[in-house]
C-alpha cells in the first residue's frame, strides 16, 4: 500500500525559509512523477512543483520559481521541498502526491495517491 507523508510545516515569518518532506512507502517510485500542491483557504488546490523520480526533472509553477527547490533521496525515499523567499502568499496546506509518469503533470486530478498536507503558515 502507498503512502506518501509529509512533514516540515510550521510558522515563519516573511521572508524566512522552511523544507518540506514526503516519505514515500509502499513500492518502488522509478517512474513516477512526485508533485507538491497547495490549498489556502477557500481556494482550489494548486501546483507548486513536480520531479521526476527516475531523471530528476523538475518542473514549477511561475508563483514559485527561484524561490522553491524539489529534490529527492533514492536510499530515503524522500522527496523534498525547499522553500526560500517565503510570502504570506504561500499560506497553504501542502500535500505530497505520486503518479506514474516520466515527464511532469501539474492537474491534481492526474494523480493517483496523496499524503494528509502539512500546514505552512507565513506571517507579515
Known amino acids: 500500500q502507498v503512502q506518501l507523508v509529509e512533514s516540515g510545516g510550521g510558522l515563519v515569518q516573511a521572508g524566512g525559509s522552511l523544507r518540506l518532506s514526503c516519505a514515500a512507502s509502499?513500492?518502488?517510485?522509478?517512474?513516477?512523477?512526485m508533485g507538491w500542491f497547495r490549498q489556502a483557504t477557500g481556494k482550489e488546490r494548486e501546483f507548486v512543483a513536480t520531479i521526476a523520480w527516475t531523471t530528476g526533472l523538475t518542473h514549477y509553477s511561475d508563483s514559485v520559481k527561484g524561490r522553491f527547490t524539489i529534490s529527492r533521496d533514492n536510499a530515503k525515499d524522500t522527496v523534498y521541498l525547499q522553500m526560500n523567499g517565503l510570502k504570506p502568499e504561500d499560506t497553504a496546506v501542502y500535500y505530497c502526491a505520486a503518479t506514474v509518469g516520466s515527464i511532469y503533470y501539474i492537474e491534481p486530478a492526474v494523480y493517483d495517491y496523496w499524503g494528509q498536507g502539512t500546514q505552512v503558515t507565513v506571517s507579515s
Open positions: 509502499g513500492r518502488t517510485f522509478r517512474g513516477y512523477i
